[in-house]
């Protein structure tokens, strides 16, 4: 169920949860305790049996601090409800256990860890899954098809991709999904709930890496699962015996960084998007990668389904015959501002060599059958002055372009 806001994503991100206590604490505290009292064995026994809602134990998620967490990432998802997480992967993993036992499919390129529990994991377990490139999207039907059994299915994807920011259409896949009995998973990770709303196009759950773009400073690791109150109740089982809840302490952090989720992410699509076309003009970059760009191939898509574009962008260096991997590396060893690390989303500006960490991996036939190539730089577009960050892009670049004669001269 599709709760319609009242209010912008703005003024839930800063109230949606929030509870004051009896000091009068403008937010709901920290509860930094494992379990609750109470007052007798009926009242116990009526929070146990469900007859009234109360804190129990954390582990259970029964914890004001992350009750409040979750009353704001469902407001900021325009879910009816969400599920807090210790990790994107254990949202992830509580989400297929729960609701994908008769088969997975995930179309197109996913986050690493999540393309390990599809294609390595839980097939031990005796779960069917499929994974389908962008370009194999008429293969879904079929698939689906042959998926058997009534332990629930799921289609898995992410929008925009990571590294190629690839868009799928999330109205029309949901469509296509739920002809089948199936479910639809969007990993909105990427995106984030300013950028794009699946559910609101459809999608019946929506998980993030809260690590990246929700929690925004590179200081914490949660995840977050949203939808339905009936899919997520399945789900709460598998992560209260997993025992991957968050620890109030984070979650509190995490309530405290999506008090500035808009405003965060509205200053890094507009870096991200001035900067991407800065560097479509370069030229020492063979290709930018970016859904604002006119040039890109899904632009028109993510303008239809998409509020923002996102702070993400790859470039892709021009090796000229130099080797692609080198030359794509020595642009990211000479960047100053930018700092060389495999995530996303803070407020500092982070770079990535994909075919160095990310899909570090795949094999080379792999990555090349997926569209990545060694020439390619992910970035992650922060909250620095971005005529600053250009002009750290500007100095790496020209510095190997003045040393490529000497390469040349090497050999
Ligand atoms: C990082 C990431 C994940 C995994 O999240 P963790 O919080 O590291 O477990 C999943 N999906 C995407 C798109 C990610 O970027």
Same mark, same amino acid.
């Given at each position: 169920?599709?709760?319609?806001?009242?209010?912008?994503?703005?003024?839930?991100?800063?109230?949606?949860?929030?509870?004051?206590?009896?000091?009068?604490?403008?937010?709901? $505290?920290?509860?930094?305790?494992?379990?609750?009292?109470?007052?007798?064995?009926?009242?116990?026994?009526?929070?146990?049996?469900?007859?009234?809602?109360?804190?129990?134990y954390?582990?259970?998620?029964?914890?004001?601090?992350?009750?409040?967490?979750e009353?704001?990432?469902?407001?900021?998802?325009?879910?009816?409800?969400?599920?807090?997480?210790?990790?994107?992967?254990?949202?992830?993993?509580?989400?297929?256990?729960?609701?994908?036992?008769?088969?997975?499919?995930?179309?197109?390129?996913?986050?690493?860890?999540?393309?390990?529990?599809?294609?390595?994991q839980?097939?031990?377990?005796?779960?069917?899954?499929?994974?389908?490139?962008g370009?194999?999207?008429?293969?879904?039907?079929?698939r689906?098809?042959?998926?058997?059994?009534?332990?629930?299915?799921?289609?898995?994807?992410?929008? $925009?991709?990571?590294?190629?920011?690839?868009?799928?259409?999330?109205?029309?896949?949901?469509?296509?999904?739920?002809?089948?009995?199936?479910?639809?998973?969007?990993?909105?990770?990427?995106?984030?709930?300013?950028?794009?709303?699946?559910?609101a196009?459809?999608?019946?759950?929506?998980?993030?890496?809260?690590?990246?773009y929700?929690?925004?400073?590179?200081?914490?690791?949660?995840?977050?699962?949203?939808?339905?109150?009936?899919?997520?109740?399945?789900?709460?089982?598998?992560?209260?015996?997993?025992?991957?809840?968050?620890?109030?302490?984070?979650?509190?952090?995490?309530?405290?960084?999506?008090?500035?989720?808009?405003?965060?992410v509205?200053?890094?699509?507009?870096?991200?998007?001035?900067?991407?076309?800065?560097?479509?003009?370069?030229?020492?970059?063979?290709?930018?990668?970016h859904?604002?760009?006119?040039?890109? $191939?899904?632009?028109?898509?993510?303008?239809?389904q998409?509020?923002?574009?996102?702070?993400?962008?790859?470039?892709? /260096?021009?090796?000229?015959?130099?080797? $692609?991997?080198?030359?794509?590396?020595? /642009?990211?060893?000479?960047?100053?501002?930018?700092?060389?690390?495999?995530?996303?989303?803070?407020?500092?500006?982070?770079?990535?060599?994909?075919?160095?960490?990310?899909?570090?991996?795949?094999?080379?036939?792999?990555?090349?059958r997926?569209?990545?190539?060694?020439?390619?730089?992910?970035?992650?577009?922060g909250?620095?002055?971005?005529?600053?960050?250009?002009?750290?892009?500007?100095?790496?670049?020209?510095?190997?372009?003045?040393?490529?004669?000497?390469?040349?001269?090497?050999?």
């Open positions: 169920m599709i709760k319609t806001p009242e209010q912008s994503i703005a003024t839930r991100c800063v109230h949606a949860g929030e509870a004051a206590d009896a000091h009068g604490s403008p937010h709901t $505290p920290i509860y930094s305790t494992s379990t609750f009292a109470f007052p007798s064995t009926a009242a116990i026994l009526d929070v146990v049996e469900g007859r009234a809602s109360g804190s129990l954390t582990r259970y998620g029964l914890n004001p601090t992350i009750q409040a967490l009353a704001k990432l469902a407001a900021i998802e325009g879910a009816e409800s969400a599920l807090a997480f210790a990790s994107g992967m254990a949202a992830e993993a509580a989400v297929f256990l729960a609701h994908g036992r008769g088969g997975i499919v995930c179309i197109g390129d996913a986050y690493g860890g999540t393309l390990e529990l599809l294609a390595d839980l097939p031990l377990l005796g779960i069917a899954t499929h994974l389908l490139l370009t194999e999207l008429d293969q879904l039907d079929e689906l098809a042959s998926l058997s059994g009534n332990a629930g299915r799921l289609v898995f994807l992410e929008t $925009p991709t990571n590294p190629a920011l690839e868009v799928f259409d999330i109205a029309a896949i949901a469509e296509r999904a739920h002809a089948h009995g199936a479910r639809l998973v969007v990993d909105n990770t990427f995106a984030s709930p300013v950028n794009q709303q699946p559910l196009l459809g999608a019946d759950l929506v998980v993030h890496s809260a690590t990246k929700l929690g925004g400073h590179s200081d914490l690791t949660a995840g977050a699962l949203m939808g339905s109150a009936e899919l997520l109740g399945a789900v709460a089982g598998w992560r209260k015996n997993l025992g991957t809840t968050p620890a109030p302490e984070t979650a509190a952090l995490l309530a405290r960084s999506l008090r500035t989720l808009p405003v965060r509205q200053a890094q699509n507009a870096s991200a998007l001035a900067i991407a076309e800065t560097m479509q003009a370069h030229p020492r970059v063979a290709r930018v990668l859904p604002g760009l006119a040039s890109f $191939p899904g632009h028109a898509l993510a303008a239809r998409m509020n923002g574009f996102g702070g993400m962008l790859t470039l892709e /260096v021009a090796a000229e015959g130099a080797d $692609p991997a080198a030359a794509a590396a020595a /642009v990211v060893d000479r960047l100053k501002l930018f700092t060389l690390a495999p995530s996303l989303g803070g407020v500092e500006s982070l770079v990535t060599q994909p075919c160095t960490t990310t899909h570090h991996g795949l094999t080379p036939e792999e990555r090349q997926r569209g990545i190539s060694d020439a390619m730089i992910r970035l992650s577009i909250l620095e002055d971005p005529a600053e960050l250009i002009a750290d892009l500007e100095q790496a670049l020209a510095d190997t372009a003045a040393e490529e004669p000497n390469r040349v001269d090497q050999r």
